[in-house]
């Protein structure tokens, strides 16, 4: 629960019990001091009802796993695996295995559900290794094996993919091999046969041990580590040769560097940020910087440089909604980013050109974020334009796309604060306030 600032979890006489037994170990102060396991403190919350609370550090920005990365998800897939170990290795043991329970914070993965750990019962099996399985594992696997995103899948189902999809979306040649026989086929045929509860206690009558789980994950970890993403291309590769690139990047980083001061943002957001660089100046400038892009080679290798910027990946035509329970349990990419500023470099365009949306649609999208927006506008005779359009013919396109139309179109939205031109005169960059 949110208090006032303050983010407390309240526990029954369970979860205090299994608090007392985590606070007690060594790992426990190992984990949160390394920064893989969220801080926690007991704290006085008088409630009825309640035997104890736990005050964590708020984190900055939420995102769920079917917003992140490859290379995000196999790292919390890790993260899961040793601290399950380091767990076992102290008596304690994590009833479930949900990528749900890991944030990242200042690019690293964090694990946040204190209230996962609970002491181990000798005999017990690992009981989160099915959910494990279908989170972390057959996601990677899809993506690594089968060259399909895992985004769309996890989006779509918050279980995941089962045993039986896996291998169906898994070419011959690697649904034959031993580690697919073992976490694939033959959990397909368990889930054929009989319920997970009748797998557990399966498991449990055959004198299951903390040896036999560590052995498994040891296994798991070793499978998990060399994996890549398939070869689905190295992103927009031509952003990186565009003349206007290198031309206009110190130029709108010092234009960004001015609005930063001029409004003092806690939070921005940099909407299709490619490879990160303004989101980096606005990190900076001291506030929480959020980077959305939907190429996921750019913002994987953003992820993979050790940037502390928040990153989702998500096509802005169809960002993440609000989802789960009473539509509410998952909000939407836009609740949870909540921007003070927003940074809209090389973006309109292609939303106007590529996506086809209407200007007049683009800008009162943005305005609608209610905060100052910094944006670019590129003329219909631009160089990029003209590639994005190469296939369309005039009555195709949209109204609003000359500089005189967009600036009617400000005008209905926002007061302009600042505008710079840009090398060639086709470019130009806008500090808008909302009206």
């Known amino acids: 629960m949110f208090d006032d600032g303050r983010v407390l979890r309240l526990l029954d006489e369970r979860g ?258 490619n490879d990160g660089f303004f989101s980096e100046v606005a990190l900076r400038s001291g506030a929480v910087a959020i980077a959305v892009d939907g190429d996921e080679p750019v913002l994987d290798a953003l992820y993979r440089r050790g940037t502390s910027v928040c990153l989702a990946l998500g096509d802005l035509t169809n960002p993440s909604p609000s989802q789960g329970w009473a539509g509410t349990e998952r909000p939407s990419l836009m609740e949870r980013a909540r921007p003070d500023l927003v940074v809209a470099y090389g973006l309109i365009h292609h939303l106007i050109y590529t996506a086809s949306i209407p200007p007049s649609g683009v800008m009162s999208w943005l305005a609608g974020l209610g905060c100052p927006v910094v944006v670019e506008f590129v003329a219909p005779d631009d160089p990029m334009v003209a590639k994005l359009t190469a296939n369309k013919t005039d009555p195709e396109l949209h109204p609003g796309r000359t500089r005189a139309e967009f600036e009617g179109i400000i005008a209905r939205h926002f007061e302009t604060l600042a505008t710079r031109d840009l090398g060639d005169g086709q470019r130009a960059l806008y500090s808008l306030a909302p009206r």
């Open 16 to 273: 205090l019990a299994g608090w007392e037994a985590l606070a007690a170990t060594r790992f426990f102060e190992t984990a949160t001091a390394e920064g893989r396991l969220i801080a926690a403190q007991r704290v006085d919350e008088p409630t009825p009802d309640v035997a104890a609370a736990l005050e964590h550090p708020r984190v900055p920005f939420v995102s769920y796993p079917y917003e992140w990365t490859f290379s995000m998800l196999k790292d919390a897939a890790l993260l899961q695996l040793d601290l399950l170990e380091g767990a076992l290795g102290e008596g304690l043991t994590i009833k479930d295995a949900t990528p749900y329970n890991i944030q990242f914070v200042s690019g690293k993965p964090v694990f946040i559900d204190i209230g996962s750990f609970e002491a181990y019962s000798p005999g017990e099996p690992w009981i989160g290794y099915r959910q494990f399985t279908r989170l972390f594992l057959f996601p990677l696997l899809m993506t690594a094996w089968a060259n399909l995103p895992f985004q769309p899948w996890l989006r779509g189902n918050m279980e995941g993919p089962t045993a039986s999809d896996l291998r169906n979306a898994l070419p011959l040649s690697k649904r034959l091999r031993p580690a697919a026989l073992l976490h694939v086929s033959l959990q397909a045929k368990m889930e054929q046969r009989m319920s997970g509860a009748a797998v557990r206690d399966q498991l449990r009558s055959a004198g299951f041990s903390a040896d036999l789980i560590l052995t498994n994950v040891r296994k798991l970890r070793k499978l998990i580590t060399p994996l890549e993403p398939g070869s689905s291309g190295r992103g927009w590769v031509e952003y990186e040769t565009c003349d206007h690139v290198g031309r206009d990047r110190a130029a709108k980083g010092e234009f960004l560097e001015a609005e930063l001061a001029r409004h003092r943002p806690g939070r921005v957001l940099d909407l299709g940020a």
